[in-house]
């Protein structure tokens, strides 16, 4: 019996020890992928941000916000009756809005954001507006950058996984999920302008976030005063940039001191990348919204 439980314990040991240095190489094996990722990224995004200054490619990311203010405009502009039981339902005002990005979409490699819309419950809304929608070019870039990456790491490390490719992916595409971060934060103001986001009738304290789909995110702006139906439009008190202004006066505005950024449950190192990009952004938690 004693050496049966000493046996047992031996093969324990020797599988924590096995994990253990599962653990070890995915980790070196995530460290190595970084630093080419670093190298080849710092070309790509140049590419990126050339080809976002054409109104063709800013053009596709305002149209699919349209379809998103269609969409909640349809939805909350029916009959009185109607109106009264989706009020019960989903609430009558726009509380706020995310661009978030799903892991499970990297994982499969569908690269699917969701801009949802939620009434002034926050992520307990039963029913939020979300549509589908995937950044135009960014991912066919990272999908190359993974050839190049995954190329180089085989000619290092034998027998590599699909786990451990997995794990890789997941660190590199933190680069690319940042610069979407930052793309939105540089469009707000366009997005913001349009006639579309104007028709919101919105809550108060309405706000604009960027994270993960039910995760952690980054509110990139927030609103003074709600948008009730027939109002001309509210001011927004702050963005990404650090301006502030009413909207449709982005010529008058001026740049002000950088505020203090709010973020929801920020523990991802995703937003820690984005100093590549602006490195002035710096990172700290809030309480959970849940």
């Known amino acids: 019996m004693q050496r049966r439980a000493v046996g047992l314990r031996n093969k324990r040991q020797e599988g924590e020890a ?10 070196e094996l995530a460290d190595a992928a970084e630093k080419i990722e670093k190298e080849i990224f710092a070309e790509k995004i140049r590419i990126l941000e050339s080809k976002y200054r054409k109104e063709e490619y800013r053009g596709k990311v305002k149209s699919a916000f349209k379809e998103v203010f269609l969409g909640w405009e349809s939805r909350n502009g029916r009959s009185t009756e109607d109106k009264t039981e989706r009020k019960r339902e989903s609430g009558s005002k726009a509380g706020c809005m995310g661009i978030c990005y799903l892991y499970s979409s990297i994982l499969m490699r569908t690269y699917e954001f969701r801009i949802v819309i939620y009434n002034e419950d926050f992520y307990l809304d039963n029913c939020p507006l979300i549509y589908p929608w ?6 066919e870039a990272f999908e190359e950058d993974m050839e190049i990456v995954m190329g180089k790491l085989r000619k290092i490390y034998p027998r590599i996984c699909r786990l451990e ?22 469009m707000l103001d ?12 919105r809550a108060e304290d309405f706000f604009v976030f960027y994270g993960r789909y039910l995760g952690e995110g980054e509110i990139l702006c927030r609103f003074a005063g709600g948008k009730e139906e027939g109002d001309s439009g509210s001011k927004m008190i702050e963005n990404a940039g650090g301006t502030e202004g009413k909207k449709g ?5 001026k740049e002000t001191p950088a505020k203090r950024k709010e973020y929801l449950m920020l523990d991802s190192p995703l937003f820690l990348s984005c100093c590549l990009i602006r490195p002035e952004r710096k990172a700290f938690p809030i309480a959970a919204p849940y």
């Open 190 to 201: 366009e997005i913001c302008c349009m006639d579309g986001f104007e028709k919101l009738t």
């Open 134 to 139: 995937r950044p135009p070019c960014f991912f």
């Open 165 to 186: 490719e997995d794990a890789v992916r997941f660190r590199c595409v933190e680069y690319y999920l940042a610069s979407v971060s930052a793309l939105c934060a540089d």
């Open 249 to 253: 006066e982005d010529k008058e505005r």
């Open 18 to 27: 096995h994990m253990g240095n599962r653990r070890n190489r995915t980790r």
